[in-house]
């Protein structure tokens, strides 16, 4: 009777352990994968819809004709300061928001999401998910 027992709260005490959600750690990096994914995905259709042709030969393949000249870019310095305004923005993006995560990351490993956020607020999301 006692091994029954035993068994019955080994069963339960491993079925309490599928039931709890995983903490925002694996939601964070789900998030970051999917934002990153749709990120690459969105460039990727803007470079294959630029109608520009990036050389010569590929202007020369597209209209089956003989290319006589090229023009290229000429950037003024301000121009190129400009470029390099957005260049830097983007990066400082993209760093912002590797710390962000990892600022996130670990306030949840040292400190526990149980403790930054009442559990009413962790129970609400949940039901609104499941929901």
Request: one cysteine or more.
């Amino acid at each position: 009777m006692n091994d029954l027992r035993d068994r019955l709260q080994e069963l339960a005490d491993g079925y309490a352990r599928v039931m709890v959600p995983p903490g925002p750690a694996a939601a964070l990096a789900g998030v970051l994968l999917v934002a990153v994914a749709a990120g690459a995905s969105f460039a990727f259709v803007l470079v294959h819809v630029n109608e520009c042709f990036a050389d010569p030969t590929q202007l020369r393949r597209a209209f089956n004709l003989p290319v006589l000249g090229t023009v290229s870019a000429v950037q003024s310095p301000g121009q190129r300061t400009w470029r390099l305004a957005e260049v830097s923005t983007f990066a400082g993006g993209c760093a912002l928001l590797v710390a962000a995560y990892g600022m996130i990351l670990l306030a949840e490993t040292q400190v526990g999401w149980s403790n930054l956020v009442p559990a009413e607020v962790t129970s609400a999301f949940y039901e609104a998910v499941r929901s």
